[in-house]
């Protein structure tokens, strides 16, 4: 089983993870894409506060092949079923070595949701997907709507079912957030977008 190399916010490094500098740097641009357009832009509006409450798990896996990948999501899936939702309420499983191809990544996917819909889990989590190069069905690779899902890595994000209800719930209409995001995309832009990493 490959053994995923992790950074945790607010938690224990794992026992025995050994944090390479390359790791670092992962990590590090992958939080900045939260802060700055997942928080930054408010493309979800629930991301705010458990970034704030340190319960985000930011793990990065060094594999190399779908069986591997599909192991460190497993293990993921089961840290996360047993922890403390007030310690944990999700996890950010980063994948830079394999899957660049936004086509294999996207056949990846069916893995990951089966995985994630093992009985073990009795339906308590799914699995959120971005990409560096991800793009929707029938949209022009460069279609600014198209970096609501891009990321600086290949991202596997476990969600619990039963927060992603409460957020829902609470907030006054879910079905606005996609159209609010893609109008916030097309006043940055892509030129804007990119702007924000420049840095």
Known sequence: MNIAIVRDVGLVEKPGGVMRDKDVAVIDAVRTWVDKAVIGLNLCPFAKAVQVK?????????????????????EELRLLQSADRQQLETTLLIVPDMLADFLDFNDFLEIADATAAEDEFADAFQVAAFHPLWQFADTEPEDVGNYTNRSPYPVLHVLREDSLDEAIAAYSDPSDIYERNIRTLQTLGVGGWRKLFAD
């Open 54 to 74: 340190q319960q985000i798990r930011y793990v990065v896996s060094h594999a190399t092949d779908e069986i591997a990948l599909a192991a460190d999501l497993l």
